[in-house]
């Protein structure tokens, strides 16, 4: 039984930083997967934050506009994505998603991903 759970949230100034965590368990990285953090703002659709694929290649949304970082362990079992220089557009909820197989250019798209974390809230104030 694949599980995720985020950890790290938590309410910060504009300009602050966080790293989130996304403990992967049951969820083997041996073959081929990817793996992904997605938000989601009140009112709005979930979106596409960074990915990372078995391989290694990373994919940021424009909005990151380099100052979101996702990598993961040695072990390969957590995955992180920091986030520094937060704007108050950053609040969200944010989400990790994880699959098996290999993806290219949809890689942001939510209805890819077999399994999700329930999320960890990140607040930035101004």
């Known amino acids: 039984q694949v599980q995720l759970v985020e950890s790290g949230g938590g309410s910060v100034q504009a300009g602050g930083s966080l790293r989130l965590s996304c403990a992967a368990s049951?969820?083997?990285?041996?073959?081929?997967?990817?793996m992904s953090w997605f938000r989601q703002a009140p009112g709005k659709q979930r979106e596409g934050v960074a990915g990372i694929a078995s391989n290694g290649q990373r994919r940021y949304a424009d909005f990151v506009d380099g100052r979101f970082t996702i990598s993961r362990d040695n072990a390969k079992t957590t995955f992180y994505l920091q986030l520094n220089s937060l704007k108050p557009d950053d609040t969200a909820m944010y989400y990790c998603a994880a699959s098996y197989g290999t993806i290219l250019y949809e890689i942001f798209y939510p209805s890819r991903y077999a399994y999700w974390g329930r999320g960890t809230q990140v607040t930035v104030s101004s």
């Open positions: 049951g969820f083997t990285t041996r073959g081929y997967y990817y």
